[in-house]
């Protein structure tokens, strides 16, 4: 059983300019949480703070793991899908494998077993040899997803994972996410899209100007009576 994940008036200041308003919060195994807000909101910065990419104020237990435990407990999928090395698939779910059991002897047996099971489970054992140019933006989205799964994290952080993709693109990615929570991972996700939020995701957390306003299920929070108070920018 995964430890939970939680916030304890976690706020953010760049600039002098406070993006993150004293979050408080809490993730559990087996949720499938969407983070929305409109641009600007703070999801993003929320997600970096708690990983301890950007500094924060207050307390959050995640940040506060020493990096090689974080590393352990939670992988990142960015919203930048820059490619910045043309390597296969194979080859990239390899070395996040190699960093996860950094310290720890595995045999590369081990290692192979995990990447294999990373492809399999996100349904692109067809994609290891295909170099990451030569994929296309749903086929480069599930990659990555593999990769995380390759950390074998129990928690998945991911910024946009349905951005830029087409309806099908999407309903691919959501059902995957829905079985990766079945399989009792916990998932963290910025979603714009209200309606695939409130149709898939177990639990929505809504942001406003940095504040945490709505945490709840799905339904409860993404009717039309707080859609206006949620996505309006000022």
Known sequence: MMEEISTKNLSVLIEERRIIEAISLSISSGEMIALVG???????????????????QGFCNLAAMPTVARAAMVAWVPQDRDIVWDITVRQL????AEKRYFGEKHSPRVMAQAIDDALDFSGIPHLDNR???TLSGGELTLALIARALAQKTPVIFMDEPLASLDPFQKLDILRLLQNMTKAGKAILATIHDADLARQHFTRVMALRKGTLIADGKAKDILHKRNLQTIYRSR
């Open 38 to 56: 409109a641009n600007g909101s703070g999801k993003t910065t929320l997600m970096r703070a708690m990983l301890q990419l950007i500094p924060h």
């Open 93 to 96: 779910l390899t070395y996040t």
């Open 131 to 133: 170099r990451l140019k």
